[in-house]
């Protein structure tokens, strides 16, 4: 099951679970020898016992990304959820002039997810430096794997709330809530001292991941995802040079496949998780079933006429859709099933990436050259407007905007681009989000 799907924590691991996924348990502390408990791989940890937090960090590298996705889409008016719950076309669109509820799950989800995985990437960190079960190779492979984890989890949380707390290895001392652009700083220096660890001579994994880093699933090669990372980071950064260095080391590629990267993989066994943003095709016969993610309708009157990815990734529905005063024609076709696998970061949002950095570094031409890749996969002819930085930034955030249609990055584009202000109002009274507040309970 490892190679298809994330492996099941055994039972020997549920000690570790109930400490560091949050698990409402009252057991006493056990030194579980034959599995990861926190006391167990404090000090002389086996390598069994590191490679189940390996696990451990890359299932729950998914926790929080089905709500995320969902919840700030709406925000930022790619998408509505229509279900029973309504904050999800109440507080999320601020109707009749509702602030967002720093207690809300929409604000706590994504926030206590990530910190539950980075909780599991400090204990893998801690523990490779207190065992001499493994080797200085071994090790470098540890210790990068995790660093580059932890990096990208924080830029998905500075991408939705602006700051994030960077130190957390002693809960009992927490570190500030640090502003984007310090946290920047550090991500990415964190992407880098990984990158120098999956680098050092005869680094080695000595852990298997899913099939959902095949191809990226050694040191040389999971290197290359930890580079992509570090342009997605620099770029966030305004640093067009950065990125463009780092993408040369990554698995870019101005003419491949625009499908190859690591992916989350999902599954119904015991102990895994469904896609959470799949849905079940609307019918004639069941046109409103009681969950649904509904296109915008700008999404789809604004799109070039024979955008490709229009119908790729949504469907119209039987019967047009309607909830608490909102409404659309197109329900999400994005994922074919239930165990479809969702993007990390893909070479189609490299080459995005790309055009993005060379406008930022003034090279127009190449940046048109990128952008008309993404248009021609798309079946659309060839960018024919001014090639200036504004006129090419708007085709590319337009690009991203259907290209990467409901993988949380419109919210952020809209906002680091100041445009937030440029999104519809649907329904008297909503409000524009483009920013979550840190949960209450951080207690700043």
């Known amino acids: ?13 549920f000690t570790l679970l109930c400490a560091v996924l949050a698990v409402s348990c009252s057991i006493e502390p056990v030194v579980d020898p034959n599995g990861p408990s926190i006391d167990g791989v404090g000090e002389g940890a086996s390598k069994g016992q590191l490679n189940e937090l390996v696990t451990a960090i890359e299932s729950t590298l998914r926790n929080g990304l089905g709500g995320a996705t969902a919840q700030m889409g709406s925000m930022a008016r790619e998408l509505y959820v229509f279900n029973a719950d309504p904050r999800n076309t109440g507080d999320v669109l601020g109707k009749n002039g509702i602030p967002l509820d720093p207690n809300g799950f929409y604000v706590t989800g994504l926030w206590n997810a990530s910190y539950r995985n980075i909780k599991n990437v400090n204990l893998l960190i801690d523990a490779v430096a207190n065992t001499e079960l493994v080797n200085d190779a071994e090790r470098s492979g540890y210790l990068g794997f995790a660093k580059t984890i932890k990096a990208y989890r924080l830029i998905q949380l500075l991408k939705a709330h602006g700051r994030a707390r960077i130190d957390v290895v002693d809960p009992d001392n927490l570190g500030p809530i640090v502003d984007f652009d310090p946290a920047m700083d550090a991500i990415r220096a964190l992407l880098d001292e990984a990158n120098t660890d999956l680098g050092n001579a005869g680094a080695t994994f000595a852990f298997s991941l899913s099939s959902g880093f095949e191809g990226f699933d050694t040191p040389g090669t999971f290197a290359q995802f930890n580079r992509a990372v570090a342009a997605v980071a620099a770029l966030y950064d305004g640093d067009g040079a950065g990125s463009l260095a780092a993408l040369n080391a990554s698995y870019f590629d101005l003419t491949g496949d625009l499908t190859v990267g690591p992916k989350h993989i999902f599954g119904l066994g015991a102990g895994d998780q469904a896609n959470p943003l799949f849905r079940v095709a609307s019918t004639p016969e069941l046109p409103n079933n009681g969950d649904q993610i509904i296109v915008h309708n700008s999404w789809i009157t604004e799109a070039e006429a024979g955008d490709a990815r229009v119908a790729a990734k949504s469907a119209v529905r039987p019967d047009p859709s309607s909830q608490d005063d909102l409404n659309g024609t197109h329900e999400t076709a994005l994922y074919a099933t239930n165990v479809s696998t969702i993007d990390i970061i893909r070479n189609e949002e490299l080459i995005l990436v790309y055009a993005e950095a060379n406008i930022l570094t003034d090279d127009l031409g190449e940046a048109e050259t990128a952008l008309n890749v993404i248009r021609t996969s798309a079946a659309l002819p060839a960018y024919s407007g001014p090639v200036t930085a504004d006129a090419l930034t708007t085709e590319m955030l337009n690009q991203r905007r259907y290209s990467l249609w409901a993988e949380n990055h419109r919210f952020f584009d809209l906002r680091r681009y100041g445009l937030s202000n ?9 409000q524009i989000f483009n920013q979550l507040p840190i949960p209450l309970s951080e207690n700043e």
């Open 1 to 13: 099951m490892m190679r298809n799907s994330i492996k099941i924590i055994t039972r020997s691991a």
């Open 422 to 430: 440029t999104l519809p109002i649907d329904r008297e009274g909503d």
